[in-house]
């Protein structure tokens, strides 16, 4: 049986995590786990396709029946990885993408064999700039994801890649070729040989 990577992606909010794993995930080898949040939708995001979106009252009861691996409250709202999005796609051979802050990155590598990259914006500048543009933000919630994005900057080095996104096409492909050298190790072929 083949079975895929588990590839956990974190950066902070305005890192452009998002928008490059929207196009990696075009691979149809490759599925994005959809996070379940109480966080209410920004525009254009789709129940299903960016989050889970629930009550908090739903999200209790996941983490009671033990579908949540990992979860994590973050400016108020939780944020959590859903067990069946993981497990399914890996056992049907495809590669599962995990974007996820660095406390659940932590929780999942405990736990799981995956490969964790992180992705920096070229400096905070930009990562101001981009968090302005997006529009979807008040003033009080880019300053907190600031604050939150240096904390979450220093936990870079535990990651087993470090992406810089300055320009969106080349930490595309940078992405793209780390999955194919992770595919290629020996012992997750022995994994594949063996099953
Ligand atoms: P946003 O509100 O910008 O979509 O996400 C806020 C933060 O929640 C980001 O740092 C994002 O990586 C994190 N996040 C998204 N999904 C999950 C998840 O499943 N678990 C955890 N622990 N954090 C998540």
């Given at each position: 049986?083949?079975?895929?990577?588990?590839?956990?992606?974190?950066?902070?909010?305005?890192?452009g995590?998002?928008?490059i794993?929207?196009?990696?995930?075009?691979?149809?080898?490759?599925?994005?786990a959809?996070?379940?949040?109480?966080?209410?939708?920004?525009?254009?995001?789709?129940?299903?396709?960016?989050?889970?979106?629930?009550?908090?009252?739903?999200?209790?009861?996941?983490?009671?029946?033990?579908?949540?691996?990992?979860?994590?409250?973050?400016?108020?709202?939780?944020?959590?990885?859903m067990?069946?999005?993981i497990?399914?796609?890996?056992?049907?051979?495809?590669?599962?993408?995990?974007?996820?802050?660095?406390?659940?990155?932590?929780?999942?590598?405990?736990?799981?064999?995956?490969?964790?990259?992180?992705?920096?914006?070229?400096?905070?500048?930009?990562?101001?700039?981009?968090?302005?543009?997006?529009?979807?933000?008040?003033?009080?919630?880019?300053?907190?994801?600031?604050?939150?994005?240096?904390?979450?900057?220093?936990?870079?080095?535990?990651?087993?890649y470090?992406?810089?996104?300055?320009?969106?096409?080349?930490?595309?492909e940078?992405?793209?070729?780390?999955?194919?050298?992770?595919?290629?190790?020996?012992?997750?072929?022995?994994?594949?040989?063996?099953?």
């Open positions: 049986m083949k079975k895929g990577v588990l590839l956990v992606v974190s950066g902070p909010s305005g890192s995590k998002g928008t794993l929207d196009i990696i995930k075009k691979d149809k080898n490759i599925s994005v959809v996070s379940a949040t109480t966080r209410k939708p920004r525009s254009g995001e789709i129940d299903g396709v960016h989050y889970h979106f629930m009550s908090r009252e739903r999200f209790l009861d996941q983490i009671a029946t033990n579908n949540i691996l990992e979860y994590n409250e973050y400016c108020g709202n939780l944020y959590g990885t067990r069946s999005e497990e399914s796609n890996l056992n049907r051979g495809k590669s599962v993408i995990l974007e996820i802050d660095v406390n659940g990155a932590q929780k999942i590598s405990d736990s799981m064999d995956c490969v964790k990259i992180f992705i920096l914006p070229p400096n905070i500048e930009t990562l101001k700039e981009r968090l302005l543009l997006r529009g979807t933000e008040t003033r009080e919630s880019i300053k907190n994801r600031i604050d939150q994005a240096y904390k979450e900057i220093e936990k870079a080095c535990y990651y087993d470090i992406v810089i996104n300055a320009v969106l096409d080349e930490a595309v940078k992405i793209r070729s780390i999955l194919d050298i992770e595919i290629l190790k020996k012992n997750r072929i022995k994994i594949n040989i063996d099953n």
